[in-house]
């Protein structure tokens, strides 16, 4: 064999092993690039799980200590039942409300809940892409007492069931956020109320009793299985930049009722309900008359409302402890049925007086003012039909309205008139098909001022002199006069 032909094997063997070697170097290249990749990502995933929440919001007090819910086993994937994970989280922060108290941050995700009750000193806050979601199994919702300025429940005799967010007897409460969502999924509770399959009166969004320094602020309420928020038997009351929707036809989705409550604040808020924006009450016939806890010094501010089949401000009709000292303004009511309405009846007994009402803006009503003196629903038979209820110092200024059905229907009861009522500087433009007499009034007395269309003759005009008259109170209540600070959460 020549030395040409030996050559040929031994060249092609060269070749093929530094391919060989070639494509091994290739593939370490490659390997050593993914490990650095996966490394790359695991210490970023890692960077992510650790990294530090940081952020700002204004309160009535900050805390010392902060956690947030999937500390707790919290997972907001929208199947998974919650209720366990803020109990536990609560429960744990407890221990802080002696020592600067303790905030609960719920971080972005869908939280399935069901009921479950706050604490002392505490704050709990709703990401701007939280959405708590109640939940539909009846399991996690506790019934308790009716209320004992009620006497029963609302939808049913016996007791109601407990609102999604609870607490009793609390002091220095915050349930705030960045605009967060609560969903109630209320067409559970809706049909069940409509079809008479309730036991127990369905649960609010957010009922406080017995609890002083309370602050609502800053988020988005949906589809309430009844009321969405409900402090009662409270006091120093700040409610502020709720925005509150519910279906029209949805029944007794009322936004925000302070119920026998001191010093309150309720403003920068916009509701779309299914009954009243704002309902002030105080306890029912017999129960609230015994009770006897007024709601008293409450101030209403830059309300937007619509509600076709309510009040944009309702006073009762459950007013049997007394309402007193109620200051509205800068309200705007578009397409809903009454703007201020007081409801009671006999056997309310109780008084509304001292309220006091300026620059409301109005579009599309079917009444401006409406005063009820035969409402007629009753806790039980056993009310009193000697207790009748006082209704005085009622005062509207500076109010313009289009597109109106009846200007006002004012009935106060037999034997028992509606006095001090005083109306000024008041225009309201009638729709094209409105009622011939623009005024309906019976048993009422008080005076107006500069208001068309010409009232009925129980509110005698005083002149232009008196276009100031039905003056509002100058002096601030305790309530304006208490700040919030800029407090920090970090995690």
């Not at 802080?96 to 108290?101: D, I």
């Not at 972005?108 to 806050?125: E, N, P, Q, R, V």
């Not at 009662?232 to 119920?259: C, Q, R």
């Not at 313009?400 to 034997?415: C, K, M, P, Q």
Request: glycine letters at 8%; proline letters at 5%; a positive charge.
């Amino acid at each position: 064999m020549s030395q040409t032909n030996t050559k040929v094997p031994f060249l092609r063997m060269k070749l093929l092993w530094k391919s060989h070697v070639r494509v091994q170097v290739i593939r370490l290249v490659c390997a050593l690039l993914l490990v650095t990749l996966l490394s790359s990502e695991v210490a970023e995933s890692r960077k992510a799980k650790t990294a530090r929440t940081s952020f700002e919001y204004k309160a009535i007090n900050c805390r010392a200590h902060s956690a947030s819910l999937i500390d707790f086993g919290g997972v907001g994937d929208g199947n998974t039942s919650n209720t366990k994970a803020f109990q536990s989280a609560i429960s744990h922060l407890s221990q802080y409300a002696s020592k600067g108290g303790a905030q609960l941050y719920v971080p972005a995700g869908k939280w399935l809940t069901g009921s479950f009750s706050l604490i002392s000193h505490f704050t709990l806050y709703l990401n701007k892409d939280a959405f708590l979601l109640a939940s539909q199994d009846i399991r996690e919702w506790p019934v308790i007492e009716p209320l004992p300025s009620y006497g029963r429940g609302r939808d049913a005799a016996a007791g109601r069931y407990t609102s999604l967010i609870f607490g009793t007897n609390l002091t220095d409460v915050i349930v705030t956020g960045d605009n967060g969502t609560i969903d109630g999924q209320g067409a559970f509770w809706w049909q069940k109320f409509q079809k008479k399959k309730l036991k127990y009166t369905r649960p609010y969004l957010i009922e406080l009793m017995f609890s002083d320094k309370i602050q609502i602020s800053n988020l988005t309420l949906l589809n309430s299985p009844s009321w969405n928020v409900h402090p009662v038997y409270s006091s120093n009351i700040i409610i502020k930049g709720l925005t509150i929707i519910a279906p029209v036809p949805s029944p007794n989705t009322d936004g925000i009722n302070p119920d026998s409550c001191t010093n309150t604040r309720i403003e920068d808020c916009y509701i779309v309900s299914g009954d009243d924006c704002v309902a002030v009450k105080s306890g029912w016939d017999e129960y609230g008359i015994k009770f006897g806890w007024p709601t008293k010094q409450l101030v209403i501010r830059r309300l937007t409302c619509i509600s076709p089949e309510s009040a944009a401000i309702a006073l009762g009709s459950e007013m049997s402890g007394g309402i007193q000292d109620v200051r509205a303004e800068d309200i705007t009511a578009i397409h809903t049925e009454s703007g201020v309405r007081i409801k009671t009846a006999v056997g309310r007994g109780g008084y509304v007086k001292d309220i006091y009402v300026k620059r409301m803006t109005m579009h599309t009503m079917k009444w401006v003012f409406w005063m009820t003196g035969n409402y007629g629903s009753h806790a039980d038979s056993h009310y009193d039909p000697n207790a009748l209820p006082e209704i005085n110092g009622i005062n509207y200024r500076d109010v313009v309205a289009d597109n109106v059905t009846i200007a006002a229907r004012l009935e106060g009861i037999s034997n028992d008139p509606f006095t001090g009522i005083c109306i000024a500087n008041v225009t309201i433009n009638m729709a094209a098909k409105a009622k011939k007499q623009p005024w309906a009034c019976t048993d009422i007395e008080g005076i107006t001022s500069g208001v068309t269309p010409k009232p009925c003759n129980s509110l005698p005009d005083q002149g232009p002199e008196k276009i100031k008259a039905c003056d509002f109170p100058q002096e601030n209540l305790p309530i304006d006069m208490l700040e919030l600070q800029k407090c920090v959460y970090k995690h």
